[in-house]
């Protein structure tokens, strides 16, 4: 599923690899991901399903593969997002790193070994998405963890804490 692209599987039982410039079509979860791309907006996990697996006959598995992909993130619950979509850059990425840090910051002066996404929400400035996307707090915290400078905490993925961190915590558990 995740190699598809690299393999031409449309004349069963013929396998070949795929050659230089030859436009083959690309692999399901590949199509997938293109949808939420081109759709330029978040979009369901139930509108992918009755797209992919009700129309098109993909398995439901496939549609659940798209989650492992670097370029979608979760938006909310049931939804997913391209990160073009977002015109997510290096810029936007650092500066959200920033405020991260600042939050973890100000939470420890406060005492607490930790910060939540929600109050980096409310008090601190983010930057702007592109195509009028707005934050949600499953998405803060997908971007939060995609630079691997931080780590969410617990089911409600609303704590995180800077990797690596002065208390060593890496679960929930550790708090």
């Known amino acids: 599923l995740v190699c598809a692209d690299d393999y031409d599987l449309s004349h069963y039982p013929l396998v070949r690899l795929v050659n230089n410039g030859l436009d083959y079509s690309k692999g399901m979860v590949f199509e997938i991901v293109d ?20 129309e098109l006959g993909y398995s439901e598995q496939t549609v659940q593969g798209v989650t492992t992909m670097n ?31 600042n939050a973890l910051t100000e939470a420890n002066t406060a005492g607490r070994c930790y910060a939540l996404v929600t109050d980096l929400m409310e008090y601190y400035q983010l930057p702007i998405l592109g195509n009028g996307i707005a934050w949600t707090q499953t998405l803060l915290a997908e971007l939060l963890m995609r630079g691997q400078r931080f780590r969410i905490l617990g089911s409600a993925r609303n704590a995180f804490v800077g990797v690596p961190n002065d208390y060593a915590i890496e679960t929930l558990e550790d708090l």
């Open 71 to 101: 370029s979608v993130l979760r938006f909310g619950r049931g939804s997913l997002v391209h990160i073009d979509t977002l015109q997510w850059t290096d810029e936007k990425r650092s500066h959200l790193e920033f405020h991260a840090c």
């Open 35 to 54: 949808y939420i791309r081109q759709k330029l907006a978040p979009c369901s996990i139930d509108e992918l399903e009755t797209r992919f697996v009700q």
